[in-house]
């Protein structure tokens, strides 16, 4: 491929352009009106206006981003995360205008997308699944379920992703008056009101295994990321390798990832994501087809470059390590740096009047703006995300600690407070901390 365009924004679009940058590869933006000034923009060597800020009417309007692509003679694209990543129609509109497809193929998409056919097919594979349901429409046919199941139960919409949709039931009549508002919610989200159950698993982790396909049939995993620190179900900091499994965990829980891979014919990189018990019984949860959010931790641990390897699989070229070949070095963790209140998580857009990311040995930032930059309310509230690398887990939370007070930002409020108040809990610097590390603060 000779030009890649980009159909994302912000920190992902700015760390797509460097990789391609780095191997000879012209790139195209695309931004809405609304992101005209960002620095990604400036950094592609081309950028194209794709529309009005709404996302219906940029980032997830095809049309205009298939015709950006054919005005500058783009043919690549990529799609980042989020937007238009998992949609299979767009990617298989890309492949059909004769383009490559930075991603799995449109097939993987729509199976593993669709959390009830990636049930099936991970039963099919022998890769432990929570105990649940397929589709449901009817609350009556919910509570049947749920009381067969066990309460509490995960509500949660079949074509959803990234927390949204997902409620935790105690009792059939919490159900019989969550069921319709949650179906309500899917379809105005993801245009798809069906919903399923799962057992809610207490004092649960989130650990998810990268892994990476060629068209070979080659499959190997890049190790795993702990991302239990979540709010809103949506994940808040990450760290690699986890701090918590056993050894003979984690061998599992790389044979399932490779499995599930394996059985969907995937290709390209993606993540297996997993919910581990408190007894270290793990349980598939989906498969993002996509480039991650905390792809660096892992890149720093391994060396490797996650996006110049899509780019790689996707010109068809052979994985360039073999499993015992892939390095590990050392422990990472990412923070997301939002634009929102530290207590109510609620998003605060606004003028970054001020904008200075810390600098030092260990320290990554990945970020899409800079001082004067405004951030969005239309658009999700990221403003960076700071990777910290070193030998030790324990220097990789000392650094964090002096990262994060580093941060110089003014205009807008941030969850810096939150993150710094994380690093000094106990749980957090233990190691043994579940999904409801945040939810439980106030307690302790």
């Not at 498969?287 to 996650?306: A, S, Y």
């Not at 015992?324 to 939002?338: C, D, K, S, T």
């Given at each position: ?23 000879g ?5 695309v ?26 009417k ?22 980042g ?7 299979a ?22 199976e ?7 049930r099936k097919?991970?039963i ?22 749920s009381e ?14 990234g ?18 508002s ?49 709010r ?7 760290e ?26 995937y ?40 996006v110049?390897?899509q ?5 068809g ?23 929102e ?42 403003i960076?995300?700071c ?35 994380v ?12 999904t ?9």
């Amino acid at each position: 491929m000779q030009k890649v365009l980009i159909a994302n924004r912000g920190e992902i679009a700015s760390r797509i352009i460097r990789s391609c940058r780095s191997r000879g590869c012209k790139t195209v933006a695309v931004y809405s009106e609304a992101d005209s000034d960002l620095a990604y923009v400036s950094m592609a060597d081309e950028a194209v206006c794709i529309g009005a800020p709404p996302v219906a009417k940029s980032y997830l309007n095809m049309d205009a981003i298939l015709q950006a692509a054919e005005s500058t003679g783009a043919d690549a694209i990529h799609p980042g995360y989020g937007f238009l990543s998992e949609n299979a129609a767009f990617a298989k509109k890309v492949m059909e205008r004769g383009l490559v497809w930075i991603g799995p193929g449109p097939g993987v998409i729509a199976e593993m997308g669709d959390k009830v056919t990636a049930r099936k097919a991970m039963i099919e594979a022998g890769v432990p699944v929570v105990p649940g349901t397929e589709g449901l429409q009817s609350k009556e046919d919910a509570v049947t379920a749920s009381e067969k199941i066990g309460f509490p139960v995960m509500v949660k919409a079949s074509a959803g992703g990234g927390g949204i949709g997902m409620h935790v039931v105690k009792d059939a009549a919490e159900m019989e008056k969550l069921f319709p508002s949650a179906q309500g919610r899917a379809k105005a989200y993801f245009g798809d009101d069906t919903l399923f159950l799962e057992k809610w698993v207490e004092r649960s982790r989130h650990v998810e295994v990268q892994i990476a396909a060629d068209l070979q049939g080659n499959v190997i995993h890049l190790y795993e990321r702990e991302c239990s620190v979540q709010r809103r179900n949506q994940k808040v900091i990450e760290e690699s390798l986890s701090p918590s499994i056993h050894s003979e965990t984690r061998r599992r829980l790389y044979e399932a990832a490779i499995r599930a891979a394996q059985a969907v014919h995937y290709t390209g990189v993606g993540t297996v994501e997993f919910l581990v018990g408190p007894d270290e019984e793990f349980y598939f949860l989906e498969m993002n087809t996509r480039l991650q959010v905390e792809h660096p931790v892992t890149e720093c641990i391994t060396g490797l470059d996650i996006v110049a390897l899509q780019l790689d699989l996707a010109e068809g070229k052979q994985l360039p390590v073999r499993q015992e070949e892939v390095p590990l070095h050392g422990h990472a963790m990412e923070f997301r740096i939002y634009a929102e209140d530290p207590q109510t998580f609620l998003p605060s857009p606004g003028k970054l009047t001020e904008f200075h990311p810390p600098q030092g040995e260990g320290i990554r930032i990945d970020t899409g703006v800079k001082t004067g930059n405004t951030i969005s309310p239309f658009y999700d509230p990221m403003i960076a995300k700071c990777i910290v690398s070193g030998c030790t887990r324990e220097e990789v939370l000392s650094r964090s600690r002096k990262a994060l007070q580093a941060f110089r930002i003014a205009g807008i409020k941030t969850n810096i407070p939150l993150l710094l108040e994380v690093l000094d809990d106990p749980v957090f610097i233990d190691g043994h901390y579940d999904t409801h590390i945040l939810a439980n603060r106030t307690k302790r």
